[in-house]
């Protein structure tokens, strides 16, 4: 059983950054999702175990990186220029790259961001 925690999400304002954290990023590949109100869940990047290969989805890869750091054990989602339709809670998971989340088997509990204008 792997409990992923998420952190770093919060009030920002539009055209800020924010970088979000997920734990422990293990042995395993790892994505980000995100889910506004009343609304689907939304693939937003995933990265494999080793790093080397990592991809964001088209509508926020201009703006959204993922990376993970092994040594720290910990997953990231660099958000730049935020916008206000960015407000959602973000969710890590592991287990896939995949875009669907169901291929994904852990997930963390959510940060909320809520983006300002």
């Known amino acids: 059983q792997v409990q992923l925690v998420e952190s770093g999400g919060g009030l920002a304002q539009a055209g800020a950054s924010l970088r979000l954290s997920c734990a422990p990023a293990?042995?395993?590949?790892m994505g980000w999702f995100r889910q506004a109100p009343g609304k689907d869940r939304e693939f937003l990047a995933a990265?494999?175990?080793?790093?080397?290969?990592?991809y964001s989805e088209d509508s926020v890869k201009d703006r959204f990186t993922i990376s993970r750091d092994n040594a720290r054990g910990t997953l990231y989602l660099h958000m730049n220029k935020l916008k206000l339709e960015d407000t959602a809670v973000y969710f890590c998971a592991a287990g896939s790259t995949s875009t669907d989340w169901a291929s994904y088997t852990y997930w963390g509990q959510g940060t909320q961001v809520t983006v300002s204008s």
């Open positions: 293990g042995r395993y590949p």
């Open positions: 990265i494999s175990w080793s790093g080397d290969f990592a």
